[in-house]
């Protein structure tokens, strides 16, 4: 089992309509973050929430944390077709440094 | 201010060859990150460089990988000789900041790498 794992795998939507998606993991971390990545680009930082935070705000994007749980989600309200892409959640674990360890993402499809 | 480069975006190989990927970082980011992607996997990380010190090169897969970054500035990751199974996407990231609270890293688009 990995780190982090997220569920669903794949999500698909219409524009206009909420995305949820959550991801799990097993040790106790220092941090969690939230990427997106497009079709054939790199990973864009969406946002970090930290293992004393419970929820954080950017935008149209809303992370929860429940380290009790070891579980995050991520919201994105109000999705719109740009939102399209696949979306991973990675932690930082607190003996293991600097590194992320990133869960197998879901993809999003916002369809028009 | 320019992002994370990396080149080639694309390389095909064949089994045995030699390929050298390169990664420009962030002016100023000290850290400096390799992760892949290999089909059907998650993003996986490879190494950790600060400046020109490897960190923490606990994700390197074996022997046939090795990694610079002499002068503390881009990075190349050649891998010698390619198998199929290192096929896959290579990321590089970069930081600015070393402590675990606040760890932004900035990734680049990836090299995708073909072993035929």
């Known amino acids: 089992s990995q780190q982090g794992e997220e569920d669903p795998q794949a999500l698909s939507i219409q524009e206009g309509e909420n995305a949820t998606m959550n991801c799990s993991y097993k040790?106790?971390?220092?941090?969690l973050q939230w990427y997106r990545q497009n079709s054939g680009r790199g990973l864009v930082h969406l946002i970090l929430?930290?293992?004393?935070?419970r929820e954080k705000h950017s935008g149209r994007l809303r992370v929860t944390l429940d380290t009790s749980k070891k579980s995050s989600s991520l919201l994105i309200t109000a999705s719109r077709a740009a939102d399209t892409a696949s979306y991973f959640c990675?932690?930082?674990?607190?003996?293991?440094?600097?590194?992320?360890?990133f869960g197998g993402g879901t993809r999003v499809l916002v369809k028009p | 201010e320019a992002g994370v480069t990396q080149f080639p975006s694309h390389s095909v190989i064949e089994k045995g060859q030699t390929v050298t990927l390169r990664c420009d970082p962030i002016s100023g980011h000290d850290n400096l990150y390799w992760y892949r992607r290999v089909m059907g996997k998650e993003i996986k990380f490879l190494l950790h460089f600060v400046k020109e010190s490897k960190q923490d090169e606990s994700g390197m897969p074996n022997n046939r990988f090795l990694a610079e970054r002499t002068g503390g500035t881009y990075s190349t990751l050649k891998v010698q000789p390619a198998e199929l199974e290192d096929s896959g996407v290579y990321f590089c990231?970069?930081?600015?900041?070393?402590?675990?609270?606040?760890?932004?890293?900035?990734f680049g688009p990836g090299t995708r790498l073909t072993v035929l």
């Open positions: 040790t106790s971390i220092n941090n």
């Open positions: 990675a932690t930082v674990i607190k003996a293991a440094g600097n590194k992320l360890t």
């Open positions: 929430i930290r293992s004393n935070e």
């Open positions: 990231a970069s930081s600015q900041v070393s402590g675990t609270d606040n760890n932004e890293q900035f």
